[in-house]
Each structure stands twice: as C-alpha cells, then as structure tokens.
C-alpha cells in the first residue's frame, strides 16, 4: 500500500480534456475484453465502470469474460489482435508482471505488445481460511496445521500465475510449508469452494473475502499490507500475525493492442480518469477496499506498468514459484 501510495502522489496531473484531434472516435460499440471468470474482482470492477464509460464515450460498451491462465488467455488475446481501436482489456499485475516469472512462457510481452490507457484501482490482498471441517482460527494456528501435514492441505486461485495463486504461493514458501494449488477459471470458483471446505484457504481482496468471513463460511486470518484494512479492522496485518516482510497486492487497468492510435488511448485514458472521478464509482470502490488509481496519463501509466514487471518478474523466479 505505501508504494502505491508513493507512486500515485507522484502521478501526472490531471488528464486534460481530449484534443479535437481524435475526432468523432468512437464511432462504434466499444468491447472490453475480461481475462478473467464472473464474480472476481475484475469482473466487478468492470461492470461498475462499464455504463459510465458508455455515458461519456456515446458507444454501447459489451463486457467479454475470456478466463484462462491466471489472466493470460484474455490478455493474449486482445495483444493479438489489430490495433483497431475498439476493444480493450482490463487486465492485472497477474498476467502482465507475476505470470513472467514462473517457468512456462507468457505468450506476449506487455511492453512490446500492448499499450497502457490507465489503471483503474489498486488492490490489496488478504487471505482467508475456510470454516468448514477446519479448525484453525489465527495465521499461527494456520501454520502449524500446514505444517504438521505437509501437501495435505489446498489453496485456490483464479489461475496460474494470478495474484491469488503468487501470494498464497509466496506464503507458503515464506512459512516453510506446503499445501497444494487448485486452478480454477475465475474467483466466482474459488470463493464457492472455499465456502464449501474443497480448498482450505486462498488469497483475494478483502472485500469480498469479508462476506464470507461474515456469513460464517471462512475467516479472514491477515491482509498483507503495511496497515490494517479499514474494512476489516479486526484482522491483523500479515506482521502482526508473525509474518513479518510479506505483502501481496494488484491492481488493475486498461490496455490496448500495441499500435493503436495515440489519440484513441488520450481518449480512452481521459474517459477513464473521469469515470473514476464520478464520487459514486468513486465511493463504491472506496467501500470495496479497492482505492481509485487516478491522476495518470498513459505515458505515466506505461512507466508504471514498466516498473512493475521490474520488480515482480524477478521476485517471482527468485522465490522459485512453481506454474503447477
């Protein structure tokens, strides 16, 4: 949370209003491409900015899950396509940074072929256990429950190489202990098989984590950010609950095909900054946990982007995570 908050005090101003340059665009329905299933954070955070995006832009905008791979598969996919200027992808951290370091090549380079528009909201990372036939009610209890039974127990993700899969991944390794990864094709799995006791913990915002927590089928055992969540304030931060130096986060964002026209990604970055400028998009992700990123250009966001890959490709390789 503190390099986020670093990095967006150091953001460009506020985008402008677009040039008259970029014309009538769009002049047809844009679509934005969701690398991964219903129910997940991306999920909603597009279906939140979706109708006003449309409002500003005059376009319908059509939403398109394409689950796969911790994100990849959708990524991939509007990285190969022609720079048209109409379809988009809200991908992550996951499939643009963490992916690269695990052993099985990402298909497409993020900085070669892709444009970065903007990102849209940061997102922290907590984890939770399920209730279901599991005993264990603290982050040290859960340890030593791993611990006395080494690949007994198992974990959920949203894919391979996704945030959910790194942080609990990482989690593991830091702790000394084992526990195997279940690939699912979108959080909406993840979150049904740890609410019926099929995994035993996973990794995901805190948000939506709570719901669980207060519907009785999970708890919420730490966040993995510096200070505790305001949505959860009774759950301690990962060092407090004895695992000092681990943090795990994401966030998500706009992309585009590598070439599109930099008046469409102006047009599109600044129809984004004012869709997270809107106080009710605004505050509802507010209440999620999941701050608005705003202040950033494409050139800033690309940087960003750049930065990122920098630091998690090859956190993840030295961790030595596996893709399976």
Not at 117 to 135: C, E, G, Q, S
Not at 279 to 300: N, V
Request: hydrophobic share 45%; aromatic share 8%; glycine share 10%.
């Amino acid at each position: 949370m503190t390099r986020f908050r670093r990095r967006a005090l150091l953001a460009a101003p506020l985008l402008a209003t677009p040039a008259l340059a970029q014309g009538s665009w769009p002049t047809r329905p844009i679509r934005i491409v969701i690398p991964f299933g219903t129910g997940g954070g991306t999920d909603i955070t597009t279906r939140l900015l979706a109708p006003k995006l449309a409002e500003i832009l005059g376009q319908p905008v059509v939403l398109e899950n394409r689950p796969g791979a911790g994100g990849v598969v959708g990524t991939d996919y509007v990285a190969k396509l022609p720079p048209t200027g109409d379809v988009f992808v809200l991908s992550t951290l996951s499939p643009i940074g963490l992916a690269r370091g695990l052993p099985a090549p990402v298909p497409f380079d993020a900085r070669r072929d892709l444009v970065a528009i903007a990102p849209t909201v940061f997102v922290p990372i907590a984890m939770a256990i399920t209730t279901r036939n599991f005993a264990p009610r603290t982050a040290q209890d859960f340890i030593a429950a791993l611990k006395a039974a080494p690949g007994r127990y198992q974990y959920g993700s949203s894919g391979i190489g996704s945030s959910g899969h790194i942080a609990s991944a990482s989690f593991c390794i830091r702790t000394g202990t084992e526990a195997v990864h279940v690939p699912y094709r979108g959080g909406g799995q993840v979150f049904a098989a740890l609410a019926a006791g099929e995994i035993q913990f996973c990794s995901d915002i805190p948000s939506i984590l709570k719901g669980f927590q207060e519907g009785g089928t999970a708890r919420v055992i730490f966040v993995a950010t510096d200070q505790r969540s305001s949505l959860l304030p009774d759950v301690p931060t990962a060092a407090e609950a004895g695992i000092p130096g681990y943090k795990a986060y994401s966030w998500y964002g706009f992309f585009a095909p590598a070439g599109t026209p930099q008046p469409i990604v102006d047009r599109m970055a600044a129809a984004t900054e004012q869709a997270l400028s809107d106080p009710a998009i605004s505050g509802r992700f507010d209440e999620m946990g999941t701050p608005a990123m705003r202040g950033y250009t494409p050139a800033r966001f690309a940087q960003f982007v750049r930065e990122e890959i920098d630091l998690w490709e090859p956190e993840v390789r030295r961790l030595g995570i596996r893709a399976e």
